[in-house]
């Protein structure tokens, strides 16, 4: 039974993707950022264990994680939580510069850091849900495109640095989803949300899981899914 971390599995691709490996009997560690969020979803997954730590406060991980119980392998450790505030670059403050990096970047890079010996006794894998905007920024959207941009080259570089020790690395970059974050994202553009227009979280969850379960022959680098419709 493979153990796996994942990161945003409250909603959209998150728990579409805790719903697939909780079905197929994976044992799951879920991070919440408070307790209150811990036991929801203790509900959610029955028989997950969950974990405590802010992303949002990524200087903290590292004293949080240690208050805790960790497994002594991990066969996987999926990014998939993220933060997005739209606005012109003329506009937008330190603040929300900061905000984005530290959950979409600089957390994602030190939880990996803090795991990187379990994953390395399992020669497991890490798998960062980017963005179409890891790829492309356009108006409005340079902020939350430079945190994912900078997300792409921490797992190229993490990619190389972990080859020797068996670790596999991926990227996916999905396009727009149907998830509360798209409901954000449109109500930031001032436009009326259409779930039925965009990807289904779970189609986005099948890629995740195709990469997660490749046989070790070989391996998914860079991944991009786009709407169908």
């Known amino acids: 039974m493979a153990t796996h971390l994942i990161t945003g599995a409250g909603s959209g691709i998150g728990a579409a993707v805790a719903r697939r490996l909780h079905e197929r009997g994976d044992d799951l560690l879920?991070?919440?950022?408070?307790?209150?969020?811990?036991?929801?979803?203790?509900?959610?997954?029955p028989g997950a264990r969950t974990l405590v730590g802010d992303l949002a406060a990524p200087d903290r991980l590292s004293w949080a994680l240690a208050q805790q119980t960790l497994p002594d392998r991990l066969d996987s450790l999926l990014h998939i939580a993220g933060i997005v505030d739209l606005?012109?670059?003329?506009?937008?403050?330190?603040?929300?510069?900061?905000?984005?990096?530290q959950v979409n970047l600089v957390a994602p890079a030190e939880l990996t850091r803090l795991l990187l010996p379990q994953l390395r006794i399992s020669r497991g894998q890490?798998?960062?849900?980017?963005?179409?905007?890891?790829?492309?920024?356009?108006?409005?959207?340079?902020?939350?495109?430079?945190?994912?941009?900078?997300?792409?080259?921490?797992?190229?570089?993490?990619?190389?640095?972990?080859?020797?020790?068996?670790?596999?690395?991926?990227?996916?970059?999905?396009?727009?989803?149907?998830?509360?974050?798209?409901?954000?994202?449109?109500q930031q553009e001032g436009k009326e949300y259409d779930p039925s227009l965009w990807m289904d979280p779970a189609s986005v969850a099948t890629t995740i899981i195709t990469a997660l379960d490749l046989p070790r022959d070989?391996?998914?680098d860079n991944l991009t899914v786009r709407p169908g419709r």
């Open 30 to 45: 879920l991070l919440a950022r408070d307790a209150g969020r811990a036991k929801e979803l203790g509900a959610d997954f």
């Open 87 to 101: 606005g012109t670059i003329a506009e937008l403050t330190p603040k929300v510069w900061q905000s984005q990096l």
């Open 126 to 186: 890490v798998i960062f849900v980017n963005s179409g905007a890891g790829l492309n920024a356009h108006a409005e959207w340079g902020a939350y495109a430079a945190s994912k941009h900078g997300l792409k080259a921490l797992a190229d570089a993490l990619r190389h640095e972990e080859k020797p020790n068996g670790v596999r690395v991926t990227s996916v970059y999905p396009g727009r989803t149907a998830s509360p974050m798209q409901a954000r994202v449109h």
């Open 218 to 220: 070989a391996q998914i």
